[in-house]
């Protein structure tokens, strides 16, 4: 079993920044990937960000290039997304999650809303 916390969610103004912090715990010896998904009211949830633990490759949705960017920390299992230039599109509430096996993402957190104001 592994936990993920996320914490860094909120209000902000269009242009402006949010960092997301999401801490994993657990079964976190092989961790193969963790990444961000959001999901917005009356939509599916779709992928943002992801990174792989070992060597830190990264990939990103196409609508976030350039202003997201995904970072890990692996001694802390604890991967960030710093969010730059938010458009009110991007309110949403983002969940991290975790893939442990080599294969599809296996545990999801609980979610943090990030609203962003025009």
């Known amino acids: 079993q592994v936990q993920l916390v996320e914490s860094g969610g909120g209000l902000v103004q269009a242009g402006g920044s949010l960092r997301l912090s999401c801490a994993a715990s657990?079964?976190?010896?092989?961790?193969?990937?963790m990444g961000w998904f959001r999901q917005a009211p009356g939509q599916e949830r779709s992928f943002v960000a992801g990174?792989?633990?070992?060597?830190?490759?990264?990939s990103y949705t196409d609508s976030v290039k350039g202003r997201f960017t995904i970072s890990r920390d692996n001694a802390k299992n604890t991967v960030y997304l710093q969010m730059n230039s938010l458009k009110p599109e991007d309110t949403a509430i983002y969940y991290c999650?975790?893939?442990?096996?080599?294969?599809?993402?296996?545990?999801w957190g609980q979610g943090t809303q990030v609203t962003v104001s025009s």
């Open positions: 990174i792989w633990w070992s060597g830190g490759r990264t």
């Open positions: 999650t975790i893939d442990i096996n080599g294969g599809e993402y296996d545990y």
């Open positions: 657990g079964r976190t010896f092989s961790i193969d990937r």
